[in-house]
């Protein structure tokens, strides 16, 4: 369906850059996950913690794996967050200690929800596509969500619709009309834009929410700004709309919610709310409580590094200490 609206694109004169004082491009730095791959992290940085309630973003690949393993994260815990995982090329298994066994492919969404403790794993299949390409998220819970029970989710359709030459998949949130069918627990937005062809486009936001926008694939203009692949652009708060142009093929991933403004303590895979929380986590993974057994995998769980000596600081999302 052609969900275009009658906006017209945003013009300025050519090398006339805008004046947006709130957006900051975060170009992300690479880490290691598992043996195997290298992701590009986006959140968090110095610069910018969160957008909305997203709290952690990972962009994987291109990456040619035809003659590797591709993914192999070995079970590992985690505490007060969603993981959001879409995936644009490759296949990857998904098994967690609720005893979920889930492969997930292009087009389709994962979302577990620890709540108080969950661990999992994530692995490509012995026989797997020859690309993986795709991003993980994560969502900071709130109170009292982060202290309930864990879920975990897979959905094989999305609402999807055209506005203009872009194809627009949401993934979480509402947009345009349309509603996701995975579960949040704070105002949040999360949609694949892909362009179709150079047309220019106009979409419309919300202010009350901040909005960033990560570019997966091909070259995109964003209120005039140049984003390139594997780079993030904080859009700030109180737009009401964004233009784009792309050359066809983009993709584009748009992140969005009302400012999240709980303090946070992130470390390792544990989201809490201060030092003692977190070390407890680690204790209990260690220990071998709290967090179960990861179904159908032999492998040994990832051990926790030891705690900084330094005590963790709760911030908030601007990366104020906060207590």
Excluded at 29 to 46: A, F
């Amino acid at each position: 369906m052609d969900r275009t609206e009658s906006l017209p694109a945003e013009t300025r004169p050519p090398g006339v850059a805008p004046v947006d004082p709130g957006s900051v491009l975060l170009p992300g730095h690479d880490v290691p996950l598992g043996r195997y791959t290298t992701v590009r992290r986006l959140l968090p940085q110095r610069q910018r913690r969160m957008v909305g309630a997203w709290c952690f973003v990972d962009h994987f690949g291109p990456d040619d794996v035809a003659e590797r393993p591709g993914m192999e994260v070995p079970p590992h815990p985690h505490t007060g967050l969603q993981t959001v995982t879409w995936l644009l090329d490759g296949e990857i298994v998904h098994r967690d200690s609720l005893g979920n066994v889930q492969p997930i492919r292009p087009g389709q969404l994962n979302v577990m929800t620890s709540g108080h403790g969950i661990a999992h794993s994530e692995r490509s299949p012995g026989t797997h596509p020859p690309l993986m390409h795709g991003v993980q998220l994560w969502v900071a819970l709130p109170d009292p969500a982060r202290a309930g029970a864990a879920d975990f989710a897979h959905h094989a359709e999305l609402p999807g619709w055209r506005h203009g030459e872009w194809d627009v998949t949401l993934l979480v949130g509402e947009l345009g009309g349309e509603r996701s069918p995975a579960v949040v627990h704070t105002p949040l937005l999360g949609a694949q834009l892909e362009a179709r062809g150079p047309a220019p486009a106009t979409l419309r936001l919300r202010p009350d929410f901040e909005y960033g926008l990560l570019a997966m694939s091909g070259a995109a203009q964003v209120d005039g700004l140049g984003l390139a692949p594997g780079a993030l652009l904080y859009l700030g708060a109180g737009r009401d709309r964004v233009a784009l142009a792309a050359e066809a093929g983009t993709r584009l991933m748009l992140l969005g919610g009302e400012p999240f403004d709980e303090p946070l303590v992130m470390w390792w895979n544990f989201v809490g709310r201060s030092h003692e929380e977190v070390a407890a986590a680690r204790e209990d993974w260690m220990a071998g409580r709290r967090f179960g057994v990861v179904a159908d995998d032999s492998a040994p769980p990832l051990p926790a590094p030891e705690m900084p000596t330094t005590r963790l600081k709760a911030r908030d999302r601007r990366g104020g200490v906060r207590g």
